[in-house]
């Protein structure tokens, strides 16, 4: 299926995944081919203004994570480990005849991208990573360890009351506080990003169900991928937010340490969502990259 705008095709479709759960993607433009791989519980618009600007002379890929939006329903929910995600990417390019892209990733994105590439390297051109991680970052989120136990308290009430958490959790949709709330935990910085931004990302937290998210989000905090990092060869990218409270610039400056030949570069005054705060900047220094390694 195609939809024609003013000036880039779009072609949607899904593919099944080896397990049977579909994939969704959306491609547009023509060119070398860049995949873009958003965070846990985010959607495609946190890439708006990457696809508007690579669209023009590139083909960019972007996807549903399986779970989230239209890459639903999972078919098992035991299915929801980095190692599933890998060969959902894997599947991905091989459906679209693609033997290489240039990957990005932003935030639990970063963690998809090294999984898949210790599965399997051989597809990646270059590796971009913005606000990211290759270790859990909420171990001690503000000096403080209660991300976990939290995380714990939460999971364990839903399981006794599954219809009231998961009432509550829907209940973001109309409920404005909740979307600051929302903005905060998703690293926005307030006075920068767009509030419609900030809105599209509250109600694409709330669609999706939790226990996938329970799934999605303890993968996060048992991943570690610093072995992994050592052995990535291909060329990589890092960009760090100044100001990101959700991983700090201390977790990119070790991924950098860690790769070979990696280039770090630190965006001045971004937050946890670079790409929206500063999509200029954070365009200029993809596609510098990008055509340098194309």
């Given at each position: 299926?195609?939809?024609?705008?003013?000036?880039?095709?779009?072609?949607?479709?899904?593919?099944?995944?080896?397990?049977?759960?579909?994939?969704?993607?959306?491609?547009r433009g023509q060119g070398e081919?860049?995949?873009?791989?958003?965070?846990?519980?985010?959607?495609m618009n946190h890439w708006h203004?990457?696809?508007?600007?690579?669209?023009?002379?590139?083909?960019?890929?972007?996807?549903?994570?399986?779970?989230?939006?239209?890459?639903?329903?999972?078919?098992?929910?035991n299915n929801m480990k980095f190692?599933?995600?890998?060969?959902?990417?894997?599947?991905?390019?091989?459906?679209?005849?693609?033997?290489?892209?240039?990957?990005?990733?932003?935030?639990?994105?970063?963690?998809?991208?090294?999984?898949?590439?210790?599965?399997?390297?051989?597809?990646?051109?270059?590796?971009?990573?913005?606000?990211?991680?290759?270790?859990?970052?909420?171990?001690?989120?503000?000096?403080?360890?209660?991300?976990?136990?939290?995380?714990?308290?939460?999971?364990?009430?839903?399981?006794?009351?599954?219809?009231?958490?998961?009432?509550?959790?829907?209940?973001?949709?109309?409920?404005?506080?909740?979307?600051?709330?929302?903005?905060?935990?998703?690293?926005?910085?307030?006075?920068?990003?767009?509030?419609?931004?900030?809105?599209?990302?509250?109600?694409?937290?709330?669609?999706?169900?939790?226990?996938?998210?329970?799934?999605?989000?303890?993968?996060?905090?048992?991943?570690?991928?610093?072995?992994?990092?050592?052995?990535?060869?291909?060329?990589?990218?890092?960009?760090?937010?100044?100001?990101?409270?959700?991983?700090?610039?201390?977790?990119?400056?070790?991924?950098?340490?860690?790769?070979?030949?990696?280039?770090?570069?630190?965006?001045?005054?971004?937050?946890?969502?670079?790409?929206?705060?500063?999509?200029?900047?954070?365009?200029?220094?993809?596609?510098?990259?990008?055509?340098?390694?194309?």
């Amino acid at each position: 299926m195609t939809e024609q705008n003013l000036f880039i095709e779009k072609t949607t479709g899904t593919f099944k995944a080896l397990d049977g759960t579909p994939i969704y993607y959306e491609v547009r433009g023509q060119g070398e081919p860049i995949v873009f791989v958003y965070g846990i519980a985010c959607l495609m618009n946190h890439w708006h203004y990457q696809v508007e600007h690579f669209s023009k002379t590139n083909k960019v890929i972007l996807f549903d994570i399986r779970g989230h939006h239209k890459s639903t329903p999972v078919s098992n929910i035991n299915n929801m480990k980095f190692e599933h995600l890998a060969f959902d990417l894997h599947g991905l390019l091989r459906h679209l005849g693609i033997e290489k892209a240039h990957m990005v990733g932003h935030s639990f994105g970063v963690p998809y991208l090294i999984k898949t590439y210790e599965q399997f390297p051989e597809i990646f051109k270059s590796l971009s990573f913005i606000n990211g991680f290759a270790r859990n970052p909420l171990k001690k989120l503000f000096g403080v360890e209660f991300v976990e136990p939290l995380f714990d308290f939460l999971r364990d009430q839903h399981r006794k009351s599954p219809d009231l958490w998961t009432a509550l959790w829907r209940g973001m949709i109309d409920n404005p506080i909740a979307f600051q709330v929302a903005a905060l935990a998703g690293g926005f910085n307030l006075r920068l990003t767009q509030f419609k931004d900030i809105e599209m990302y509250g109600r694409g937290v709330s669609r999706l169900e939790l226990p996938l998210f329970f799934e999605l989000f303890e993968q996060l905090m048992q991943f570690d991928g610093n072995h992994i990092l050592p052995t990535i060869n291909c060329p990589t990218l890092i960009l760090a937010g100044d100001k990101d409270m959700l991983t700090p610039p201390a977790y990119q400056t070790e991924m950098h340490a860690l790769i070979s030949g990696s280039e770090l570069m630190k965006i001045p005054y971004g937050s946890h969502c670079s790409q929206l705060d500063f999509p200029d900047f954070v365009n200029l220094k993809l596609a510098d990259f990008i055509n340098k390694n194309d």
